[in-house]
């Protein structure tokens, strides 16, 4: 793999108005009142490319209402619009910095009551831990560590006291093994897999379900930000977002603990537990250093 980099802007924002009409549902039966009809409201994080976008697609193919949050305002309102054009869902665009507590605080504020969390929005370096800065690894717990738990808990204790709800959490196939060359992403990701198989198995008898998500190679804006280019190992296993997206939703719907999407992938649990330490941390060497 090879190594580069990208900066971005931020803001916070965005009124909660909720809506309850679903128009797709109501038109094909007309002696339903649109009123009367329950609409699911998504949270999706690190809804404005790659995978959550993805996933924000889906549900909305589904008639599911969302909130869509990141940092790129630009690229939420451009899928509010088209979800609303395509599947008649409506959307609350919430541009915020997830790894600020402010930016979390202020999403909770402005989302409002929902069905579904999607814990998305994440990122990884590529390189070595001390040659990094320390605030960029810093960012990255905050991010994909402190804001998915925070969201987490927040919303699986409202949904626990309805006794229905969806977590969606994206952890990674490096949740599995140490990662020289980006020890903090994949440690982040170890974190993901630990605290929602255990949430998930807390909450389960609350009625709520925490899917942890676990996606090989996919190609993204995250290979940007990280400083990586596929080589062709990564392409020969890599699975389109679109797919990660739909297998994840499909796990999510049926209430699973995980899952792992492309089949080259799925060995992957089995083999990091047979397979010393020294071996994965070789493995993890050659693929990302
Ligand atoms: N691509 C892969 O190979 C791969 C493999 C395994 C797991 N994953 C995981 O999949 C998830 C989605 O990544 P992706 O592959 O779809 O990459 P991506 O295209 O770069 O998407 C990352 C999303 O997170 C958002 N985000 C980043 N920093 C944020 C912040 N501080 N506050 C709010 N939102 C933020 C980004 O939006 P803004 O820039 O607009 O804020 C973007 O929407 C991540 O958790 C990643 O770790 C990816």
Known sequence: ??????????????????????????QSN???SPQSIPIERALVTGASSGIGREIARI????????????????????LKTELADKHGVQSEVVVSDLASVGGVKALIAAAGEVDIVVNNAGFGFAGSTIERDTDGQLSMIDLNVRALTHLSRHYGKKMAGKGRGRILNVASIAAFTP???????????????????????????????VTA?????????FQEVAGLDFGAMERSTAVPAEKVAEI?????????????PG?????????????PVRLQLAVAKALLG
């Open 1 to 26: 793999m090879r190594k580069t980099q990208r900066n971005e802007s931020v803001d916070y924002a965005s009124p909660h108005q909720p809506s309850r009409i679903m128009p797709e549902l109501s």
């Open 30 to 32: 007309p002696e339903m």
């Open 59 to 78: 549900l909305a193919a589904q008639g599911c209402n969302l909130v869509l949050c990141a940092r790129r305002r630009a690229e939420l309102e451009a």
């Open 179 to 209: 990662g020289p060359g980006m020890a903090v992403y994949c440690a982040t990701k170890a974190y993901v897999l630990s605290f929602s198989r255990a949430l998930h198995d807390e909450l389960r008898p609350k009625g709520v379900s």
């Open 213 to 221: 998500l676990c996606p090989g190679f996919v190609e993204t804006g």
């Open 248 to 260: 994840a939703v499909k796990a999510m719907r049926k209430g699973r603990r995980e899952v792992i």
């Open 263 to 275: 089949l080259m992938n799925k060995p992957l649990p089995l083999i990091t537990r047979l397979a």
